[in-house]
Structure formats: structure tokens, C-alpha cells
């Protein structure tokens, strides 16, 4: 599990900006129509991340809710005053899977505007909730490229029982004119991809399980890795969620208070940057 890290490489570090509340795993036990009332604890969470990153002297992406943005326009200025790349994660949250393409592009295209509105920059990256994107909706890539984006991180390439596509491409590759999807990053063994991007098996695998399978994918197939985490996943303290199954209380609240030192490890251990300059060089 000491695999030499390579020094040369720089990944592509990301945050799902998204409360506690939003995932999708709670989706059919917290009413849309309730988060409203729902105590937020983004903001903090996400200065926490800030103030994580500055001290590693780190650049990352953050693909935020526009729902969220719209209820805290300082913190995505904070974001981008700190030299991060923002990016979309669609308004509302709904996976792509779930909707109609007219309201899915709707959707995106709302978040956009806002987020373009709120920053003053041009958004070019796009991150489908629930990694909702992949062979069975082609029509969501269309959507995506339509709505002006230039790049989709939305394909974790692996095989999962809420999403996943095992047998997309693991790295870069263009998927409509114009437009990229920059898959997360999986680590190939015995003709299988394994994840090694993050979300739950960050927290639930022991950190050298991802620094050996980072440095792999950066060693042995040359390449950058895409990594993502959510800010409530450096929360401990956060509202426990009521009448859940057993297995989405396990994922969802396994080993938060160890989010926060693994990263800083993973800050240490690997060079990270945002997304449009690890992957888009050139590409305007
Ligand atoms: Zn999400």
C-alpha cells in the first residue's frame, strides 16, 4: 500500500456544494418542499473547505446548487474570491434519469444563469447529480452541450446500485461536438474499475487504500485523477436524518469525523488544482 507517489501529475480536486439534506439517498424521506425550513449548515461547511484548501495552498472546483447559491450568493463569492472554479450542479437536484429532457435542460440552464449572474465568470463545467448521466440517457450529454457547458464530470465508470456505468471510458473523451465528460477517476484491476474518486468509499476504505489507488492511476496509466467530496461529509455535528434504511445511515454518516484529517492527508500526499486548468488546457 506504499505505492511512490508520482510528483510530476496535478488532479482535479472537487466539491459537490450541496446540504445534508439534498442528497439524493434522503430524496424520498425530506419533502422539496421542506428545505426551505430545514436548517442549512453549508456555509460553514464550506468555509471550513476554504480554509482547508488555503492552508495546502490548493485550487479546487466547486460544482454548487443553484438552489443554494440563490440563499447564499457571499459564499459563492468567497468561492471564487479564493481562486476556485465554480461550476454547476444543476438548480434542483433531480437526477437526470428522473426527468424529462426539457426539464432537465430548464434545470441546468437556470443554474447557469445564476451562478454566471452571482460570480461574474463564465461556468463552463456541469456535474449531474447522482452521476445520472451515462448510456441510458445519451440525450442528457445534448442537453448539457445546449445549455453552453464545455465540460460534464457527471460518469463515475463503475458499478454501483444507484449509478454507475462500468463500461464508459475512464478518462476524457469528448461526448457530443464540443463538449468533454471528464469522468471520476477508478482505478482498473483484474478488468474491473474499482472507485477511487471519493464519495462514501473514501470514508468507509482506509486512506492508503485511496493514496494507492491515486498514485496508480497517476503512475500507471499516466494520467490525472478526478476526485470529489460534499461538505456535509466534514460535518459530524450535522441533523441525523429520521426513518432511513440501515444501509443509507451506514453510507451517509460512516466516518465524518474523519473526512477532514483524510483530506488534509490527501492534500499533502498529492497536487490538486480545479478542473478547466487540469483538463481543459487549450480547450476555450
Ligand atoms: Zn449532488
Redesign the pocket.
Known amino acids: 500500500m506504499n505505492a511512490r507517489v508520482p510528483v510530476g501529475i496535478v488532479n482535479a480536486l472537487t466539491v459537490?456544494v450541496?446540504d445534508y439534506f439534498?442528497?439524493?439517498a434522503f430524496e424520498s424521506h425530506i419533502d422539496r418542499g421542506d428545505w426551505d425550513g430545514t436548517p442549512r449548515r453549508v456555509e460553514a461547511n464550506v468555509d471550513r473547505i476554504l480554509a482547508l484548501l488555503a492552508r495546502h495552498d490548493a485550487r479546487a472546483t466547486f460544482?454548487t446548487?443553484g438552489w443554494l447559491a440563490e440563499r447564499h450568493p457571499d459564499m459563492v463569492r468567497r468561492i471564487v474570491g479564493a481562486g476556485h472554479e465554480l461550476a454547476s450542479?444543476g438548480y434542483s437536484?433531480g437526477r437526470a434519469h428522473d426527468q424529462l429532457p426539457v426539464e432537465f435542460l430548464d434545470d441546468i440552464r437556470r443554474a447557469k444563469a445564476l451562478l454566471e449572474d452571482l460570480s461574474g465568470h463564465v461556468i463552463r463545467g456541469y456535474?449531474a447529480?447522482?452521476f445520472s448521466v451515462g448510456p441510458r440517457n445519451p440525450w442528457a450529454f445534448e442537453c448539457i452541450a445546449k445549455a453552453g457547458y464545455r465540460y460534464s464530470s457527471s460518469v463515475y465508470p463503475i458499478r454501483h446500485d444507484h449509478y454507475g456505468a462500468p463500461a464508459s471510458p475512464r478518462f476524457p473523451h469528448e461526448v457530443h461536438p464540443g463538449l468533454m465528460e471528464v469522468p471520476v477517476a477508478t482505478v482498473r484491476l483484474m478488468n474491473t474499475n474499482l472507485p477511487a474518486g471519493g464519495g462514501g468509499y473514501f470514508r468507509l476504505l482506509p486512506y492508503a487504500v485511496s493514496r494507492w489507488s491515486l498514485a496508480r492511476i497517476n503512475r500507471v496509466d499516466g494520467r490525472p485523477a478526478m476526485f470529489y467530496f460534499?461538505p456535509w461529509e466534514l460535518d459530524p455535528e450535522q441533523p441525523r436524518i429520521a426513518g432511513i434504511s440501515a444501509k443509507t445511515r451506514f453510507r451517509h454518516y460512516l466516518n465524518l469525523d474523519r473526512t477532514e484529517a483524510r483530506l488534509s492527508r490527501l492534500l499533502r500526499d498529492f497536487r490538486w488544482d480545479r478542473v478547466d486548468r487540469v483538463f481543459l488546457d487549450g480547450v476555450q
Open positions: 459537490d450541496e439534498q442528497v439524493s460544482f446548487l450542479h437536484h456535474r447529480p447522482s460534499h
